[in-house]
């Protein structure tokens, strides 16, 4: 859907993290997905309805940081996912602002991804982010809390 052409090789060199933090930690990407020299994705999901401009500086942030990391990558995507929809006309008008080809732009409602969840519950990718979802994004949370917690309280491990 996002046009990022991934081939079954690269399923294995595929990494999806939730909650990385860039710029010192000022930025934190809700999900983040890649394959070294393929394809760097963000994703921006908002369970509240917010006001567009509040959204186009937060996605703006992530957009540099994009561009920052252009060169590593074939293609970058920037996602944001929103309980609502929005409509077409403030879709285009955030993307002309954030500065990024209509390919490098999408907008998702929670409806939209059920869908798509729903169209591709075989393909491998699918089933990749599935699992990792169900299993390693809970466990990385939990380890990053307790490297957090560590820190604190300058505990050994």
Not at 69 to 94: A, D, G, H
């Amino acid at each position: 859907k996002i046009n990022i052409g991934i081939q079954k090789k690269d399923l294995k060199l595929t990494d999806i993290e939730t909650q990385v933090p860039y710029n010192s930690g000022k930025s934190i990407i809700d999900l983040q997905c890649s394959v070294p020299n393929k394809f760097l994705i963000f994703l921006e999901s908002k369970i509240v309805t917010t006001k567009l401009e509040v959204i186009f500086k937060q996605l703006n942030k992530y957009r540099k940081i994009l561009d920052q990391n252009r060169t590593e990558y074939e293609k970058i995507r920037l996602i944001y996912v929103n309980k609502y929809p929005i409509s077409k006309s403030q879709k285009i008008t955030l993307r002309k602002r954030l500065k990024l080809k209509e390919s490098e732009f999408y907008f998702f409602s929670w409806e939209d991804l059920l869908n798509l969840i729903q169209a591709s519950k075989q393909k491998p990718l699918t089933k990749l982010f599935n699992n990792y979802i169900g299993d390693s994004m809970f466990n990385k949370k939990i380890i990053k809390e307790r490297e957090f917690i560590n820190k604190i309280f300058n505990w050994k491990k």
